[in-house]
Every structure is written in C-alpha cells, then in structure tokens.
C-alpha cells in the first residue's frame, strides 16, 4: 500500500507554516514531510544523504513543488524526478507564488501534474489546499507502487 504522506518542497519558512496551516485547517491529517531546498526534495526521494535510512520505495502521494528554491530549482527537481523510473509517474503539483508565464510552460514542460499559484488571501489559499487535498489524496487514482511508464 502506498503510503499517504505529502512531500512540501518549499523554502519559505512563512510559506511553509501558511501550506501546514491551510492543510491543518482543511483536515487533511496527513504526514507532511518539508524540504527546505530542491536538494533535500531529492535526497528525500531516493533516500540518500540525511534520508539514507529511510526505505526508498516508500513516495509521497503527491509532492507540492515551490519553483524558486534553494541548491536546486524547482524545475530542475521536477526534471530529475520525471527522469528516474522510480519516481517518474509521483504526482507532482508546483504551489508557487510565480506569476511567469515562462514558469507555467517549463512546469508542464517538464511533467508537473498541476500548476497552483498560491493566492494571497489567506481564505482563498485555504480553499485552494482544500480543493487540492480533495482530489489528490482522495479522487486521484495512483498507478501501483512499482509501475513504470509505457
């Protein structure tokens, strides 16, 4: 059984407390793993580093992207995600304040799931988490654990 945890790659201490609030808020009780920067995002997938320990088959349910982070961006996390088998159908949603058109298309580019723009408005961006958890831990059927594409 896959396990339901939820990955938040977000440097953004501000931000990070307003995504766990907003989840909390929405009674979404999963465990929510935070990486502070696109290398750790990394090291936490393919249980390297700080991570060796833990059991590398065990993905997050969907991953929640922030794009400009820290050691590795996020669209470059998304690409090494995307490029290895293991990981390369985990659902993945950028949440990012970026209004760049160019951040849009190279997300979907790179194989991003879903594009959030994070709303400004507390209210608005609780709604947006509880749409969010609705239909990705909820309504989104996962391919099992140890599918590869095509």
């Known amino acids: 059984m896959r396990n339901r945890d939820i990955l938040l790659v977000e440097d953004n201490p501000d931000d990070q407390a307003l995504?766990?609030?907003a989840l909390k808020a929405n009674k979404i009780m999963n465990k929510v793993v935070?990486?502070?920067?696109?290398?750790?995002?990394l090291e936490y997938l393919h249980a390297t580093g700080r991570y060796a320990d833990r059991d590398a088959s065990d993905l997050p349910q969907v991953v929640l992207?922030?794009?400009k982070l820290p050691k590795v961006d996020g669209l470059e996390v998304l690409r090494r995600i995307r490029a290895d088998e293991r990981t390369s159908l985990l659902p993945v949603v950028i949440l990012t304040s970026s209004k760049e058109e160019r951040d849009l298309v190279g997300g979907y580019s790179a194989g991003a799931n879903s594009y959030i723009r994070k709303p400004v408005d507390f209210n608005e961006f609780r709604e947006?988490?509880?749409q969010l958890g609705l239909y990705w831990l909820l309504l989104n059927?996962?391919?099992p654990q140890g599918a590869q594409p095509g």
């Not at 935070?34 to 995002?41: E, L, N, S, Y």
């Open 19 to 21: 995504t766990l609030r």
């Open 34 to 41: 935070v990486a502070d920067d696109g290398a750790q995002a």
């Open 65 to 67: 992207l922030d794009l």
């Open 128 to 130: 947006a988490v509880r």
């Open 141 to 143: 059927e996962v391919p």
